[in-house]
């Protein structure tokens, strides 16, 4: 038998923690552009942007204050939120200011104050160099507490010691008193319990992902540890009033509830993988700083969906061919809101929606349940083979429009770009929205770093393959040399063993196939670098190696996976 | 201004003719091998090959046979065409000159000889003014002609006139008399006349493909120099009597005439390129011998075609959507036929046939001329985004069937196997036959071993990239540096000009980009080693070497394109 010890397993996210300064200089040079295009209206991200600035910063504040957030998980336990974060110590060498001269301060002619806890800070210097851009201004001239409590990222010890730096004042006595009868309920205390074995990424919003040894345990992810991407908090859907509208059709507003979704459409049931773009974004964060939450391989999950059929749904709403004379896409919106009331959005292409091959479905069930809250309870839309962040949930409104969702997600996010385009010359109308994603493959079996004994003879190597647009991954081969020579790996296609399933039909294969190789030590190696790599049926294969796919979002790494075991001799052992 | 040398453009394939004797033992090899395993019955092929064999040894003939022929291109150049440009007047001046002395000037050390019409010029002093730059060489040691003829710029008195000052001699009448068309009674010797520029792999059947630097020079490939990949002699089929038959559908056999094809259905034009799986071959040879056609990089050309949409033909011959519960593919077969009457045969899936997005033609149109007899006169398949072998020439019969074709080109032929397995271990159930395409892309200019002034300043680079399955490409990555750094290329995909056009509708971008970049030639750099690589709207991008994709038959070479450049000072120049 194979004797695996993963010694680092539990330090995997180690090394990140002290990546986190390194990152600081890139986050601010960042902030100081957007700040710059903002306010002088010059910059191709204020231009590209437009109307819907504050979907663009929501975003910006989801993604890059995540950079900061960068092995935070580890005091997860010492987390607290805002209510609990201690209160910067008062000093008396402070003028007493009241809120009224505090409102006055918010432009940046003025100006900007805001509050916390009691002291009254001026940021004009700071904003700038705010890594969520100037979405700071928001709270311009109040408090900070309920953007804090939003963006739970804040909460650390470091983030007051910057703030204590531009303290001006102590707030009034009687405007503390006022401010605290207001309520500053917290947007993520509603958010559901979650399951201790996820590694949490992100606390708030959640985003977490399940260890990859138990990712490949089973064909259908159980839901609870089906990794979880959140962009806001979770909402709180009453599902005997849900409704769902969806517009732009011929019919006018179709609006629907639960139970008309679940009566009056065949129920549909497919099983499908979905990815996050930035699965496996961590590989790219070690060749050189990129923006985003520092996911392992872990970021994909797949799960059995029921259903209505979006298709059907749109007929029933008044699509016809003719539709698609003036539209090419089908918009989500999801009840999830930021504290500017903007949800969250994305949008696919008409012709994957209304195709009868297409599978899209508008799903209230997850592996033979309703949908649980983390993943868009009541409803939520699954496109197969389509990018983790179209597969809208919390699904409140569907649009069929001539374009695309001009959100922030869908317009100034989730796009690849190349490795020489950094955030002073990307244009993010260049590049395409992400929908299909490539072949995709990853080792979740042994870990990096584990140790294998010499005297188990042989190694089993297991994993996961996927790729986008319904291609059926026909092969994943491993090497344990680090890519000189090649085996080809047993696959299976559905929980019954290891037999492969018969081939979905050809454009359809939305499930990923789960992978294995048993194979001899190789008899005079002392270190084995396993490598694997996929090919679907449209012969795509992934990149050798990340440098050359790297790019600033850190989306879209699928290049090889590799990991290193080193094989101990018997006689060291104890 | 780029000036850019090809010193060995006329002797590319030298080196390959050097082969043609390291290959040999290697076809014998495996001839004998297949043999035994027909006598015996013991081979895996024979077993999975069953009661086609026939199919398998034309296969095997097409394939390697093609290696024998090496550098026969050259003899090419004897072709002619009637052209309307007026014969230069013969003078007796002139010493009367053998083709073989003509032909022993090909290089600038040796001069560049050409003839026209009777005529032998020595050209070596205006090559470096030719407005065409360096792509007079093709025409060296043989006939202007064929080239004029693409290039209808030339049919002018005063090119005539600069061509007259350049005489030295007149060829002999004998070698006039040759220049006319040997007539054998060989079955390929009614294939069509061919144009001298294209680099024969094979020649029969032939197989050829066009100078690179010609493949980038239009959008639109001119279907002279449309690579061609036949695997048998060309049918000699007459308009008027052809048929074709439709089986396989409730409504019986329907059978069509040209005539009918052309009124009876709407007449559908799309421009789609088409690559030969084989593409590109020649780099995996450089890893590790394969077995097939020693193809370059210009096994892939653009056209636009004209003709009934499959899908409207099946639909009057009785297609209805529940024959796709029983059926799963639509099976071609060809006019071509072998010496033991075996046809070519391919199939594709039955829902690319019937989709109304997957714009399969049954064309008789090419770049707006009836279709050539080399690209399948009258009648071809045209299955946009699929692999060339699936796009039948001389197409004589339609089935739809609950079977792929059982075809050797089918079963035995074209498909993907990883680097590890061998002619011992192959089983060719184990993989799916190549249908989409992957992300491809090369560089057509400079050439692999051109050499650049210093003091040009900058360098040019053009190329072309393509995706299988209607998947746009979106960009284009350029490496001066091996892959160290990348810039993004300049695409354009139509003939107008560098402006892209507007993206065609999802999953159905059908035709090729041409790029260019124009970048300063590094400081300090001697030679440039050039690398492209493309990325298409699923955002699958091309491996980075060749080695971990290598497969036996060489099929599917898409790693990164890279040409050596050398950088010569100027102090070095003469």
Redesign the interface.
Known sequence: MLLLRRCHSLTRFGPLNTQRHQVTPAVVSCAVRLWSSSSEDGGSYQRAHGPSWRHGLAGLLAGTGAVLAYGLHHHKAEQQDSSTVQTIEKTSAFPIISQEEVTTHRSLEHGIWVTFKGGVYDITKFVAMHPGGDKILLAAGGALEPFWALYAVHNQEHVLEMLSEYKVGELSAEDVKKQKAIKTSDPYSTDPERHPALHINNLKPFNAEPPPELLSDSFITPSAIFFKRNHLPVPQVDAASYQLHIEGLPGGVLTLSLEELKTRFPKHTITATLQCAGNRRSEMNKVKQVKGLNWGIAAISNATWGGARLRDVLLAAGYSPDVAQRA?HVQFEGLDKDVTGTTYGASI?L??AV?E?GDVLLAYEMNGQDIPPDHGYPVRAVVPGTVGARNVKWLGKIIVSAEESSSHWQQNDYK?F????DWDTVDFKS??A??????QSAITVPTDGAVVDRSSEEVTVKGYAWS??GREV??V?VSLDG?K????AQMRSSEKGQAPGP?P???RAWAWKLWEVTAPLPAEAQELEIVC?A?D?????????VP??WNLRGV?SNAWHRVKVEIREDDNEI
Chains 1, 2 share one sequence.
């Open positions: 090419f292409p012709n994957k195709n091959e690849g190349s490795p020489g385009t590049a395409p992400i929908q299909e994603l490539p072949i986008g647009g026909v092969r081969d890519g020579t090649w085996q080809v081939s039909p050809p454009g790599k090919v049926n449209s012969y795509n294969m992934q990149p050798d190696t050359p796919i879209l």
